[in-house]
């Protein structure tokens, strides 16, 4: 705990930071080591039923109809058996390149990343639940977000592991393959409506 706590403003800085896309932002992070890797994780679990929040304010289109508590859990799965698979890819590049320590630098700094985005992304909760703008508006907004956030990604496993952007690139696309595959893969096994965005606007 102790350790959590000292580490907490320094790993924040350091998010922060590389949300800013600022070379600095890795230190905190670039250590490796993977029990701060595990500590990291304090911080997911802590932010995790917030997304329930998230859901209940704007479900994703095609379950409007359906319970956000539903919803939610599928979401948890989603994302568990997505971040699994992508570990074991992120685990098997490392090996190759010789750079294991290096992927434990990287999710440290994904996990904290996190809480930034999460309060970078409290506005547009509020605008939501305020009704200050209509679905489609929030929806636009939440495009704009997710690019960002797989820039910022793209940026942190560039720094993290200090090879070419282009590769860098190459591996979060890989992620958002996997996630877009696992998203699609389960919501036809939970018989949840595949709802896209050009049939609704």
């Known amino acids: 705990m102790k350790k959590l706590i000292a580490e907490f403003k320094p790993c924040l800085r350091g998010a922060f930071q590389l949300c800013l896309f600022m070379h600095s932002g890795i230190e905190p992070f670039k250590a490796g080591d993977w029990w701060q890797t595990l500590r990291s994780f304090t911080w997911v679990l802590l932010f995790l039923p917030l997304s329930y929040l998230t859901v209940a304010l704007h479900p994703p289109l095609g379950t409007e109809d359906l319970s956000s508590i539903y919803i939610t859990n599928v979401s ?12 074991g890819i992120f685990f098997a590049f490392a090996s190759v390149m010789k750079k294991q320590n290096r992927l434990a630098s ?3 700094a994904v996990n904290w990343i996190g809480i930034v985005m999460f ?12 009704n200050w703008f209509d679905y489609k508006a ?17 940026y942190v496993f560039y720094r993290a592991f200090d090879i070419p952007w282009e590769l860098a690139g190459c591996m979060i696309i890989v992620g958002l393959l996997v996630g877009e595959t696992t998203h699609d893969a389960i919501y ?3 018989d949840i409506p595949l709802v896209d965005y050009s049939e609704v606007f």
């Open 76 to 87: 948890y799965l989603i994302g568990l058996s997505s971040s699994l698979i992508v570990f």
């Open 106 to 108: 990287y999710i440290s």
């Open 119 to 130: 309060f970078i992304s409290l506005p547009l909760l509020i605008a939501n639940y305020m």
């Open 138 to 154: 929030i929806e636009d907004i939440g495009i704009v977000l997710t690019i960002y956030g797989l820039a910022i990604s793209a």
């Open 188 to 190: 036809q096994l939970m």
